[in-house]
């Protein structure tokens, strides 16, 4: 009997997982594998974004398929480490034909006329965007850790990658946790049974309050930034109090702009002959708690980590006993599989949220095991 395979790439600091899944039709009794295919990109500006490191995942993607085409593509969320891979490939010519598309809600096209308090945050974040982006510029300042969370933010950049992903499938659906599936009309899978855990439609509840833009009083203790170095004719003291200002206020900002987007992520669950996998996105702990306080979460067998590996993204044992209880459901394995990087982001992977998880496992793989651009393997016996 076939296997439910998962492969998930090392595209560096990024997503794109593949999954096969056996799917037999109740009429005929026939098998085929149907294929999931999610997210697809990588961080830009950095070391953990090299565009032929995609190119070669894709590459195995395409000769797996076997020149089928994609059942499902599911686009988790706009950040452009996990959107900008399938654009790449087209203008590449490295295309793929795609039934089904699943993209996150607040993605379609007049999603914020619809939500009037989701489009005045979603304005609000905009205008902190580029008003961080001008005063960098102003500044000249190249701090690179910096300049790498307003790549993957830029709202421009991303549109761009969502307009294309929405014209590529033959069917496309903007998914929240209350959209009704149903084998035919959003998917194809006859034995697989898919549940959307999240967003919800209203993207607003993902949005936190953004900090004022304030320079430190002159009395005011101001720490060092010792990355950073003022720009020739640059008052050094001045120059100092700026970096606290974004330590204290732009930074705080970015992060309120990157974690709604995080928030919103598509998370659902696939079952199987017996199995049960959690395909998370970057889902942080907001998403986890709306999830959790809907009664949505039950135990796995598969977890896909949420946002690289980092600790904003894993929620507490309360909730995680909800998903990888330490008293097993059945005897079956439980594996987790983290899409990381190192050195990229200060703090991810966040090796002690790692090991919380891995302590409730029998397995945590992680990308980093393969090389750049090929798969780590999970396989479910079917």
Known sequence: MSDLVVHAYNVLFGDAVLVLVPDRDPATGAEITRSILIDVGNVLGSAGG???????????????????????????????????????????????????AWLTASSEPGYYERFPEARRKR????????????????????NHWLQVMMANNNPRSTRDCIDFLGSLARSTHYVHRETKLAQGTNHLFHEARFSILAPEADSSIYYGRFSPAATPNEDQAV?????LVAPEGVDRESFRRLIESWHTDTLANIFTIDRAAN????????EWRGWRLLFTGDAELRSWRTMHAADLLKPVHFLKVGHHGSHNATPDDAILDAILPRVRADARPVTALVSTCEEIYEGVPHNST?????????????????SPGKAVTVTFPG
């Open 50 to 100: 090299e565009d032929k490191v995609l190119a070669e995942a894709l590459f195995d993607v395409q000769e797996r398929l076997g020149g089928r085409p994609i059942d499902l593509y599911v686009m988790t969320h706009e950040h452009l480490d996990h959107v900008q891979g399938l654009p790449y490939a087209a203008a590449k010519s490295l295309e793929f034909e795609v039934e089904h």
């Open 263 to 270: 928030n919103t992520s598509v998370v659902f669950s696939l």
């Open 123 to 142: 304005l609000q974040a905009e205008q902190v965007y580029f008003d961080t982006q001008r005063l960098m510029m102003d500044q000249q300042v190249s």
């Open 354 to 370: 790692l090991d919380r998880i891995r302590s409730r496992c029998d397995e945590l793989l992680s990308t980093t095991d393969a």
């Open 223 to 227: 720490p060092a930034a010792p990355d």
